[in-house]
Nanobody, 119 residues
Framework: QVRVVESGGGLVQPGGSLRLSCAAS????????MGWYRQAPGKQRELVAG???????NYTDSVKGRYTISRDNAKNTAYLQMNSLKPEDTAVYYC?????????????WGQGTQVIVSS
């Protein structure tokens, strides 16, 4: 059984930092690309940051220079370090594990963790 579990969300003041963690089990973690998405109220879910199995990273423009995605294959965990947080970063953050294999796309989602940036 595949499980993807996010943690680390919470309430933080503008300018503050949080680190989200995403622990995956039931998959060969090192072979999966990992992504962090977010969904704010009334908005569509968007990709915030991604990291491939080869450690290539990409970020949406609004978080470049503030967020850092990383992974620790030994711990089957991906991270999202978020600095200089802004109120507009408030959203539910979701972790995604994804892999293409034999013509099929395998995608697994976590339940999400709430991030609130407010004074």
């Amino acid at each position: 059984q595949v499980r993807v579990v996010e943690s680390g969300g919470g309430l933080v003041q503008p300018g503050g930092s949080l680190r989200l963690s995403c622990a995956a089990s039931g998959i060969i973690f090192s072979r999966y690309a990992m992504g962090w998405y977010r969904q704010a109220p009334g908005k569509q879910r968007e990709l915030v940051a991604g990291i491939t199995s080869g450690d290539s990273t990409n970020y949406t423009d609004s978080v470049k220079g503030r967020y850092t995605i990383s992974r620790d294959n030994a711990k089957n965990t991906a991270y999202l370090q978020m600095n200089s947080l802004k109120p507009e970063d408030t959203a539910v953050y979701y972790c995604n594990a994804e892999r293409k294999m034999a013509g099929f796309l395998y995608r697994y989602w976590g339940q999400g963790t709430q991030v609130i940036v407010s004074s």
